[in-house]
Structures are given as C-alpha cells and as structure tokens.
C-alpha cells in the first residue's frame, strides 16, 4: 500500500523553527516530484513549496519564500520542510504529496499524507 505520512509538525512561538518531514512506504519516492501544501481552518488548500524528482529545482508560494526551504534524500525516501521566522498566518494543517511533476496545484498530485497540525501562537 502506498503511504506518505508527515511529521514535524506542532506548536511553536512567532520567529520560531519547525521542521516537517514526509516519509513514503509501499513506493520509492524518488520516482516522485514532492509538494507541500497546507490548509488554514476556513481557507482553501494551497501549494507551499514543491521539488523534482532528483532535488535540482525547486519552488515556493510567495508567502514563504525566503522563509522556508525544501529538500529530499532520496536514500531515505524522504522530503523535508525547514520553516524558518515564523508567523500566525503559518498556521495550518500541513499535507505533503507525490505526483508526476514539480507543482503548486493540487491536481498533479496523485498521493497524499493525512497531514501535520502546524500551530504559530505566543
């Protein structure tokens, strides 16, 4: 059974780190581009960040650029999210997803994790 399952996630002070990580069973994530998106209570999902295959190219929402920083080891069958300064507006529950190519758009996606509460509160 294919699975991806995040981790990571939790509650952290504004300014403060997080990061989250997506973990595959039942396929080998390196045939796989990798987003992440995350949904705040009331909103729509939207795309975070996404990587290639290989980890060459990468992309960001830019809400988070500059912020947050995606990355994959492939050997371990894993994808990572380091989310650096911040914010209320973080706030979400946050789902990584397996497709065919590097998007922001849920569509390409094809797998997807359950999701991590990520909270930003003081």
């Known amino acids: 059974q294919l699975q991806l399952v995040e981790s990571g996630g939790g509650l952290v002070q504004p300014g403060g780190s997080l990061r989250l990580s997506c973990a595959a069973s039942?396929?080998?994530?390196?045939?796989?581009?990798i987003g992440w998106f995350r949904q705040a209570p009331g909103k729509e999902r939207e795309g975070v960040s996404s990587?290639?295959?290989?980890?060459?190219?990468?992309k960001y929402a830019d809400s988070v650029k500059g912020r947050f920083t995606i990355s994959r080891d492939n050997a371990k069958s894993t994808v990572y999210l380091q989310m650096n300064s911040l914010k209320p507006e973080d706030t979400a529950i946050y789902y990584c997803?397996?497709?065919?190519?590097?998007?922001?758009?849920?569509?390409?996606?094809?797998?997807w994790g359950q999701g991590t509460q990520v909270t930003v509160s003081s």
């Open positions: 039942g396929f080998t994530l390196d045939y796989y581009a």
């Open positions: 997803a397996a497709g065919p190519i590097r998007s922001l758009q849920e569509a390409h996606y094809d797998y």
């Open positions: 990587i290639t295959r290989t980890g060459g190219s990468t």
